[in-house]
């Protein structure tokens, strides 16, 4: 790295911690809002995990999968979703915002990328302790699989790089929004998305895990990691790698034609 891109990585970095700053204060303004939200995350976590608990009380197993693969894959999955809902889920519901105010205009002159800006501003700090319950989930599930010591970091690695595959994803659905300004429809669209996701690829009838795996990689973003993690199956990591190079580029196509497409409310 020369100096120039270390300066450049050191005012991204300054600019992060002044948007994480800003959503703190912000958050810590509602508190009433802030505590709501942890409740509604803890509920949603416990009630996942009941009802696919129910569910075991009168089956031995899905697929190949017992209770407890079952519950540590979908806990996998809550961990990347918080993730998903910590650093970007905010951004998608600012954007169209953004772009009917005329805001976007601020953003374009900034010196720093708008991809950047648009998809990072904002952090849901109000999801930040709900991490602890996620993982303590996780770790149960995983010594009840006996995972080694050494697979964690692996664990954690693959759900970076889910985080990434399912951020890439929905940036790219996003994108749509600079076309249709109404933002609503695209962010349900993208709920279902996560949907499909947290189910496991062999629950899928061939042509639609096809669609899924290789045109919409949904499911790589869960059923990869945990092949990878219950089979020891490395090559899966190839196409979560592909589909995020493949996604990195399209991002930065569709952004720039975005921004052609994009009309400033003072045009």
Not at 77 to 82: A, G, H, K
Not at 171 to 199: C, K, V, Y
Not at 229 to 234: E, F, Q, S, T
Request: net charge positive; hydrophobic share 55%; charged share 10%.
């Amino acid at each position: 790295m020369n100096l120039t891109s270390f300066k450049s990585a050191k005012n991204y970095f300054a600019v992060y911690r002044s948007f994480i700053n800003n959503s703190a204060s912000s958050a810590m303004s509602f508190r009433l809002n802030f505590f709501l939200f942890i409740l509604i995350d803890l509920s949603f976590l416990m009630v996942t995990l009941g009802t696919t608990d129910f569910i075991f009380n009168h089956i031995s197993s899905i697929g190949n999968w017992n209770r407890d693969q079952m519950l540590f894959f979908i806990t996998f999955v809550i961990l990347v979703d918080w993730a998903h809902m910590f650093f970007l889920s905010e951004n998608f519901w600012e954007l169209s915002i953004l772009i009917r105010t005329g805001q976007v205009d601020f953003i374009i002159l900034r010196p720093l990328s708008p991809l950047f800006t648009l998809f990072f501003r904002h952090v849901r700090f109000a999801c930040i302790f709900n991490c602890i319950p996620i993982l303590s989930v996780l770790f149960y599930f995983g010594s009840r699989l006996h995972l080694a010591l050494w697979q964690w970091p692996l664990v954690f690695f693959l759900a970076f790089l889910s985080l990434i595959l399912m951020g890439l994803i929905e940036i790219t659905t996003a994108m749509a929004i600079f076309w249709i300004q109404e933002g609503m429809g695209i962010n349900f669209l993208r709920i279902q998305m996560q949907n499909i996701s947290r189910w496991p690829d062999f629950i899928y009838k061939s042509f639609w895990r096809k669609i899924f795996i290789f045109f919409v990689p949904l499911l790589l973003i869960g059923s990869a990691p945990i092949d990878i993690i219950y089979n020891k199956n490395y090559k899966a990591l190839l196409p979560m790698i592909a589909a995020i190079i493949i996604l990195s580029f399209f991002v930065q196509f569709i952004l720039a034609r975005a921004l052609r497409q994009y009309e400033s409310s003072s045009s």
